[in-house]
T-cell receptor, first 116, second 111 residues
Framework: EPEVTQTPSHQVTQMGQEVILRCVPI?????FYWYRQILGQKVEFLVS????????KSEIFDDQFSVERPDGSNFTLKIRSTKLEDSAMYFC??????????????FGPGTRLTVL | EDQVTQSPEALRLQEGESSSLNCSYT??????LFWYRQDPGKGPEFLFT???AGEEKEKERLKATLTKKESFLHITAPKPEDSATYLC????????????FGTGTQLKVEL
């Protein structure tokens, strides 16, 4: 069964450093998302991406964040200068196109980001 | 602003003891309501999508229902392997595709 994969599973970084989180969405999906979940809190939307551009972003997704689809399979989230409050679990999700079943977003296993 | 409230926050059941989880929502036009299961340290795993009031979906011991203001996830004769956090999320019509999640119900099923 196709699934979303994410690497690394755990990333530890120093405050102020840049990090890139990687995702491989399900192969025939066209819509891509990043969400985050701070420990003990709800899953929060960060950004959605379609047709090589951002279609929607939240207030959390400020100038320190960027997304890219560098090739036909990967989808990345970059944080330019990490802060302590960026520590969270980051989830990538993807969905297909066409029909009601395409509304479903399928999530990856997540990358745990720890900023020291 | 879209809002999702789930109750109870935590629920402890004995194996075989049926119960229901609640998800109340306010959204500017509902496109879809989603139920996910989340195990500790893992990503949300899709369970159901509901689109209109009166709709029901079933999968093994789980049944999800939808009204105009809330959704219920009914768990019939649960087993210990059903222990997880159950997340409810809504997607608004007319806007983007983002999901707005509730805080979840942490379910523990004991032998």
């Amino acid at each position: 069964e196709p699934e979303v994969t994410q690497t690394p599973s755990h990333q530890v970084t120093q405050m102020g450093q840049e990090v890139i989180l990687r995702c491989v969405p399900i192969s025939n999906h066209l819509y891509f998302y990043w969400y985050r979940q701070i420990l003990g809190q709800k899953v929060e939307f960060l950004v959605s991406f379609y047709n090589n551009e951002i279609s929607e972003k939240s207030e959390i997704f400020d100038d320190q964040f960027s997304v890219e689809r560098p090739d036909g399979s990967n989808f990345t989230l970059k944080i330019r200068s990490t802060k302590l409050e960026d520590s969270a679990m980051y989830f990538c999700a993807s969905r297909g196109q066409g029909g009601s079943s395409s509304d479903t977003q399928y999530f990856g296993p997540g990358t745990r980001l720890t900023v020291l | 602003e879209d809002q999702v409230t789930q109750s109870p926050e935590a629920l402890r059941l004995q194996e075989g003891e049926s119960s229901s989880l609640n998800c109340s929502y306010t959204v500017s036009g509902l496109r879809g309501l989603f139920w996910y299961r989340q195990d500790p340290g893992k990503g949300p795993e899709f369970l159901f999508t509901l689109y209109s009031a009166g709709e029901e979906k079933e999968k093994e011991r789980l049944k999800a229902t939808l009204t105009k203001k809330e959704s219920f996830l009914h768990i019939t004769a649960p087993k210990p392997e059903d222990s997880a956090t159950y997340l409810c999320a809504v997607q608004a019509a007319g806007g983007g595709n983002k999901l707005t999640f509730g805080t979840g119900t942490q379910l523990k099923v004991e032998l």
